[in-house]
């Protein structure tokens, strides 16, 4: 079993910066590969990035170029440093991990979530 708690959700003007923070428990975190999505109210969840046990990285068109996903290990720690924001990128964030399977894309390939954390990004 893997809990997963994000942080560092909050507000920001378009163009500023943010990172959100995925704290997960468990002995065996580097071998999870874990991801970021994001849902607006009425709407599916959608693919963020992901990261491999190894820090193989993987980006939705979308965020291309402006956010980073990295973990640590040692800590148990996956990041997403969310920069250039934009008003569009306002939703709730979602921390998940999966240890088996290949999909990086489908909600429904990942075992386990986060609470979510909300970005406001002002314009």
């Known amino acids: 079993q893997v809990q997963l708690v994000e942080s560092g959700g909050g507000l920001a003007q378009a163009g500023g910066s943010l990172r959100l923070s995925c704290a997960a428990s468990g002995r065996t975190f580097s071998s999870y590969a874990m991801g970021w999505f994001r849902q607006a109210p009425g709407k599916e969840r959608e693919f963020v990035a992901g990261i491999s046990g190894g820090g193989t990285t993987y980006y939705a068109d979308s965020v291309k170029g402006r956010f980073t996903i990295s973990r640590d290990n040692a800590k148990n720690t996956v990041y997403l440093q969310m920069n250039s924001l934009k008003p569009e990128d306002t939703v709730v964030y979602y921390c998940?991990?999966?240890?088996?399977?290949?999909?990086?894309?489908?909600?429904?390939?990942?075992?386990?979530w986060g609470q979510g954390t909300q970005v406001t990004v002002s314009s």
């Open positions: 998940t991990a999966r240890q088996f399977g290949s999909n990086w894309f489908l909600p429904t390939s990942y075992n386990y």
